[in-house]
């Protein structure tokens, strides 16, 4: 454990005096990694810790871009996003709900200006009725019609 720093000294020739203690006693001396260079990035780069984050824990890097980007990319993909609904209604609910994001970041000026328009879900509608593959058609059921249950009282009476 350090001592204390004694009350009439400046704490940067307190710092320096314990580290050229510590090298005098050799606490320096083989360390791990002496003598490699350290992985700073080229140049100076002020986000290089955010970068770094985003790297060693493997976020998605979509959710940092703006939102007029985002969008845009999101109707490149919704061939793919549509394709996996089982129905109709559901597809022409996200449909709705993408141009109605889309038609707020058009009246929306802040950011950078992506030209992005709505999409047609008629257009996309009818490509997924083809992309879906065919029902086959459920045979009706013929059920037997099942004799009216007696009531209690019938069946005790009878």
């Known amino acids: 454990m350090t001592e ?3 009350p009439g000294m400046k704490t940067q020739d307190w710092v320096e005096a314990q580290i050229k203690r510590a090298q005098n006693a050799g606490d320096f001396d083989d360390l791990a990694h002496a ?4 992985k700073l990035a080229d140049g ?8 770094d ?20 990319k999101e109707k490149d993909q919704v061939h793919e996003k549509v394709r996996g609904m089982r129905r109709e209604s559901e597809v022409r609910e996200y449909l ?4 109605k994001r889309i038609r707020v970041a058009i009246r929306d000026t802040t950011g950078p200006v992506v030209p ?3 999409v047609n879900e008629d257009a996309i509608v009818a490509q997924w009725r083809m992309d879906r593959p065919a029902r086959e ?4 059921r013929t059920e037997q019609p099942r ?3 007696k009531s209690i009282w019938q069946r005790l009476f009878s």
């Open 116 to 118: 992005t328009g709505p």
């Open 147 to 149: 004799p009216k249950k």
């Open 4 to 6: 204390r720093k004694p």
């Open 35 to 38: 003598g490699k260079p350290l």
């Open 96 to 99: 709705a709900d993408l141009n």
């Open 137 to 140: 058609p459920v045979a009706p």
């Open 53 to 72: 984050f985003i790297r060693r824990e493997n976020i998605e890097t979509d959710a940092l871009l703006p939102s007029a980007v985002q969008l845009r």
């Open 44 to 51: 100076h780069d002020p986000d290089w810790w955010v970068k």
